[in-house]
């Protein structure tokens, strides 16, 4: 009898996770299904308004096309691409919806600052990338080449290299609170972080010097933004380790 108890328990038990993983599987079907429309939604309101936003992107600069079907990739390519980045709030959205329910209280409310500070950052590296990043290397790429040719820039090859010089800069961007993640599952200190600093200065120098016209400005208008990106870092990373600390401490007092 306490044999055919324990079978049918375990039974129960085998049950009830099978409905707990169709549940979550369902939720992210949701998630997936609600991210692919709005992606498409506002991929289709782009598509309408591209006579004004390729104006814009362009900066009005001359570009020629190679083929009719040009046109067609790169509308599609361009709207993909803004489509995705307007909706990532949107998505963002949905997976701290989908993966609230599993959160600690305190999880919560470390996602609800965490997510809105990515997202700000990645749009403040982007908008530094586009309006001064991409003229600046833009204007000194085309006044070398036209030294000994005559330039005329693809369509294509203009917005690819848009994309590749801004699109990192929103990446870099995130640096700070990367360094703050590292701090908070301490694979970083702040005082390792404050060693390095000599060392991560000089690759951004190089990094400066690299990316941008020979002249002592251009590499400024790189070089300073780097500098105070890890600085923040530095400084969120010392924050996180302090309340480390008193985590630890109140712990230890429990």
Known sequence: ???????????????????????????????VLHSVICVLMIFGCLLL????????????????????LEVIRLYAGIGLVLALGLSAPFIAGQLW????????????????????????????GIAFGFYVIF????????????????????????????IMTTVPMGVLFEVPL???FLTAIRLVTPVK????????????????????????LSQLIVLIPLILLYEAGIILSNFTMKWLEKKQRQADIA
């Open 1 to 31: 009898m306490g044999e055919r108890e324990t079978s049918e328990d375990i039974s129960l038990e085998v049950l009830e996770e099978e409905q707990t993983l169709v549940e979550h599987l369902t939720d992210l079907r949701k998630v």
């Open 49 to 68: 308004f591209m006579h004004k936003i390729i104006p814009f992107l362009s900066r009005e600069h001359e570009l020629v096309m190679l083929g009719p």
């Open 97 to 124: 919806v989908f993966s609230r329910p599993a959160m600690t209280a305190q999880e919560r409310k470390m996602a609800l600052v965490f997510l809105p500070a990515v997202l700000g950052s990645f749009v403040t």
């Open 135 to 162: 003229p600046t290397i833009y204007r000194f790429l085309m006044g070398l080449g036209a030294k000994n040719f005559e330039m005329m820039i693809t369509a294509k090859e203009y917005f690819h290299f848009l």
């Open 178 to 180: 990367l360094l703050m």
């Open 193 to 216: 972080l404050k060693k390095v600093r000599k060392y991560a200065l000089l690759i951004f120098a190089v990094l400066s010097a690299l990316i941008t016209p020979p002249d002592f």
